[in-house]
Structures are given as structure tokens and as C-alpha cells.
């Protein structure tokens, strides 16, 4: 088998170049034999024709560059000495090259040709007549239907081809929104985790005489959280890792509107004063909820880092039908330096959540020194009745 193909690889490659030699070798054997039939003796008419099929022939290992100069020279031929064979090779290459105009004129004037080298109004001329057409007809019928074959063959290979490139892009595409979609994740949940290991840490860098239970309850918060992190972030990279996840199913945990209370109590246990006031129908859509979540949590996250002394409100509201409204207020910080640093992509990724769902978000500062977050999110009406729960929070001191 290894045998077989490398000899399909040999004549795949030198095919063409056999093919030229072996129509050439044709051409002049058949040149030859109709030049030794004049009869008695060699004259001048054997003489042309042998010249004109020895030109025509040798010009075939030419045909594939220049194909219609070939079929001219042909023509000539034909005309000069009745040689048909180099025509009939070169009318086969012409037509496998291109099928247009240039074709039909040199295919008829390649029939003028063979009528006219056959003799006037006798018998010759009229089987010529008659039998020019199939006689030149099949050459070109068979070169047309190689040559549209073959172009059939490289538009189907041409067409797999760039449908595989284009498969491979959306793959790829696939691939790098997936790991942008993972990448944002892993900011939402680590960011916020990381910014309340530094401020239990920081506290207890600004109070060093709180005592042993006080540092005891830190250091024990400082330990859950950074566990809770780590799981976090070892569910992340294992998605990173195996690259399965389809629509985010392998993406770990999975916020609600739900989890808003345990969001807050996290920030009041790492000692900012957080008040809330959650009043929001029972029911809220999966992708509504979890945007809901992840406005609280960035918005509490940046108030870790950069307004940790500042007194801070939380206000979610809204049913079905009206939408839900979200917003996050924060006063003037006491401090001006950031606790941890920000790279600035926490916003953006929370706007891009925001426009997905179909909702608008807001942020800038208050007109107290403060900083504000607002958003709000559509919440179609459904038929489903409609059950509001409404909890509220009073604001816990550090």
C-alpha cells in the first residue's frame, strides 16, 4: 500500500509533463505516416506537411501556458498540410482552459480549415462538410466537459475549504468569548471576596488593640473568605482547563436576587456600614436576578477599595411588569487613598451585563462628594400572579 501511493504521488506530480511527451510522440507519428503516403518519391507537398505538423506538434508542449496560440498554430497547420491530430489536441486543451468566444471562433475556423485542406466541390468536400462538425465537435465536447469538471471539483474542494476556515473562526471566536465571559466572572466573584480579606486585615492594621476575641473573629472571617476564594477560583480554572463549558453551565456559583442578604451581611461583617432595603417581587428571572447580584457586588466591592469608611445604601425594588431598579449609594469617604487597586474593568463589564439583559446603568458621583450606582433592568409582565416579598434592613453599625 505505502508502495502504491508513493507511485500515485510520483504521477500525480508528473503527469502532466508524460501527458505533453506522449501527445507530441502522437502528433509526429502521425505527421510521418501521412507524409510517406504521397505515393512515388518525396516532393514538396510531403515537405510542407511534414514542416507545418512538426511545428504544430512540438508546439503542443506549450499548450497549457499559451492555449489559444497553440490552437492558431494548429489551425495554420490544418490549413497548410491537413494535419489534424496537433488541432484536435490543442482545440481538447483549449477547451478544458476556457469556454467562451475565443473557443467557438477557433473551433470554427479549425472546421474552415479542415473543408477548405480537403478540396472544392468534390467528394471530399462534402464529407467534410458533414463530418467536420463531429469530427471537430468531439475533441471540443470532451475538453469542455474536463475542464468543467475539474472546475466543479475546485469550486466543491474551494467551498470545503472556506468553510472550514470559517468553522475553525467561529470556533475560535467561540473560544475567546467564552474565556472573556469566564475572565469576567472570575473579576465578579474574586474582586469582591479579595476586597473584604483587605479590610478585615486593614482593621485590624488601624486598631492593633482590639483585643485577642476581636482579633480572633477577624482572623477566623479573613480564613473563610479566603477559603471561599480559593473554591471560587479553583472552579474557574477548572472550566479555564477543561474549556467544556456551554453557556456558562460549568460556571460556579451561580448569584440570585436571592443571595443579596448574605452579600450585604459579608460587607457589614468586614465592618462598613451598609443599610438595605430589598423590596422586589418573588420570581425574578434567572438572567435578571443574577444581574441584580453582580450590581451590588461590584458596587460594594469598589466601596471596599476606595470609600471603606463611608456609610453606604442599598435600595432594590421593582416587580413584574415594572422593572427592577437598583441602586447603590455611598457618602463622601473620610479617606482618600484606595484600600486595594482597581484596574478599571469592573464598570465596564457591569454595563455590558446591564445591556444584555436589555436594561441602562448610571454611575457618577452625588452631589455630596459621594458616589452613585443606578440601574435598571426590564422585567416583562408574565402571566404568572404576582407575590412581592419585602425585606427590609435597618443600617448596621461597624
Known amino acids: 500500500m505505502r508502495r502504491l501511493r508513493r507511485w500515485y504521488s510520483?504521477?500525480?506530480?508528473?503527469?502532466?509533463?508524460?501527458?505533453?511527451?506522449?501527445?507530441?510522440?502522437?502528433?509526429?507519428?502521425?505527421?510521418?505516416?501521412?507524409?510517406s503516403t504521397g505515393g512515388a518519391g518525396w516532393g514538396v507537398k510531403d515537405?510542407?506537411?511534414?514542416?507545418?505538423?512538426?511545428?504544430?506538434?512540438?508546439?503542443?508542449?506549450?499548450?497549457?501556458?499559451?492555449?489559444?496560440?497553440?490552437?492558431?498554430?494548429?489551425?495554420i497547420?490544418?490549413?497548410?498540410?491537413?494535419?489534424?491530430?496537433?488541432?484536435?489536441?490543442?482545440?481538447?486543451?483549449?477547451?478544458?482552459?476556457r469556454r467562451d468566444l475565443v473557443l467557438v471562433v477557433l473551433t470554427f475556423l479549425g472546421y474552415v480549415a479542415l473543408v477548405l485542406?480537403?478540396?472544392?466541390?468534390?467528394?471530399?468536400?462534402?464529407?467534410?462538410?458533414?463530418?467536420?462538425?463531429?469530427?471537430?465537435?468531439?475533441?471540443?465536447?470532451?475538453?469542455?466537459?474536463?475542464?468543467?469538471?475539474?472546475?466543479?471539483?475546485?469550486?466543491?474542494q474551494d467551498r470545503a475549504e472556506r468553510a472550514e476556515a470559517e468553522r475553525e473562526l467561529r470556533a475560535e471566536q467561540a473560544r475567546l468569548g467564552e474565556r472573556a465571559r469566564i475572565a469576567q466572572e472570575m473579576h465578579d466573584v474574586l474582586a469582591?471576596?479579595?476586597?473584604?480579606?483587605?479590610?478585615?486585615?486593614?482593621?485590624?492594621?488601624?486598631?492593633?488593640?482590639?483585643?485577642?476575641?476581636k482579633v480572633e473573629g477577624s482572623?477566623?472571617?479573613?480564613?473563610?473568605?479566603?477559603?471561599?476564594?480559593?473554591?471560587?477560583?479553583?472552579?474557574?480554572?477548572?472550566?479555564?482547563?477543561?474549556?467544556?463549558?456551554?453557556a456558562g453551565a460549568d460556571l460556579a456559583p451561580v448569584p440570585q436576587a436571592a443571595d443579596l442578604e448574605r452579600l450585604v451581611a459579608?460587607?457589614?461583617?468586614?465592618?462598613?456600614?451598609?443599610?438595605?432595603?430589598?423590596?422586589?417581587?418573588?420570581?425574578?428571572?434567572?438572567?435578571i436576578g443574577r444581574t441584580i447580584y453582580r450590581i451590588v457586588q461590584e458596587s460594594l466591592t469598589n466601596v471596599h477599595k476606595h470609600a471603606r469608611g463611608a456609610s453606604t445604601e442599598v435600595l432594590v425594588t421593582g416587580g413584574r411588569g415594572e422593572g427592577v431598579t437598583v441602586r447603590v449609594t455611598n457618602i463622601r469617604p473620610v479617606a482618600a487613598d484606595s484600600l486595594l487597586p482597581g484596574a478599571g474593568a469592573g464598570l465596564v463589564g457591569l454595563?455590558?451585563?446591564?445591556?444584555?439583559?436589555?436594561?441602562?446603568?448610571?454611575?457618577?458621583?452625588?452631589?455630596?462628594?459621594?458616589?452613585?450606582?443606578?440601574?435598571?433592568?426590564?422585567?416583562?409582565i408574565g402571566r404568572e400572579s404576582e407575590t412581592v416579598a419585602s425585606v427590609t434592613v435597618d443600617e448596621g453599625e461597624r
Open 266 to 287: 459579608e460587607s457589614r461583617a468586614a465592618g462598613v456600614t451598609v443599610s438595605s432595603e430589598i423590596t422586589v417581587a418573588d420570581g425574578v428571572p434567572l438572567a
Open 351 to 380: 454595563r455590558e451585563r446591564v445591556v444584555l439583559v436589555g436594561g441602562r446603568l448610571t454611575t457618577g458621583p452625588t452631589p455630596a462628594g459621594g458616589w452613585r450606582v443606578e440601574g435598571w433592568l426590564p422585567w416583562p
Open 219 to 246: 482572623a477566623r472571617l479573613i480564613r473563610e473568605t479566603a477559603r471561599q476564594a480559593m473554591e471560587d477560583l479553583r472552579e474557574v480554572l477548572g472550566v479555564l482547563r477543561t474549556d467544556v463549558s456551554v
Open 10 to 35: 510520483w504521477w500525480r506530480t508528473h503527469a502532466p509533463r508524460i501527458r505533453d511527451f506522449l501527445y507530441l510522440f502522437f502528433g509526429l507519428l502521425t505527421i510521418v505516416a501521412q507524409a
Open 47 to 75: 515537405s510542407v506537411t511534414l514542416a507545418a505538423g512538426v511545428v504544430a506538434s512540438v508546439a503542443l508542449l506549450w499548450r497549457r501556458r499559451f492555449p489559444v496560440t497553440v490552437t492558431i498554430i494548429g489551425v
Open 192 to 213: 469582591h471576596k479579595v476586597s473584604l480579606i483587605a479590610l478585615h486585615a486593614g482593621g485590624l492594621e488601624v486598631n492593633p488593640s482590639v483585643g485577642p476575641e
Open 117 to 156: 485542406n480537403s478540396g472544392l466541390f468534390d467528394e471530399a468536400f462534402w464529407v467534410s462538410v458533414f463530418t467536420g462538425p463531429f469530427l471537430i465537435g468531439t475533441w471540443v465536447a470532451i475538453g469542455a466537459f474536463v475542464g468543467a469538471r475539474r472546475d466543479l471539483v475546485a469550486s466543491w
Open 77 to 97: 497547420a490544418m490549413a497548410l498540410s491537413g494535419i489534424f491530430v496537433p488541432l484536435g489536441l490543442a482545440l481538447l486543451t483549449l477547451a478544458i482552459r
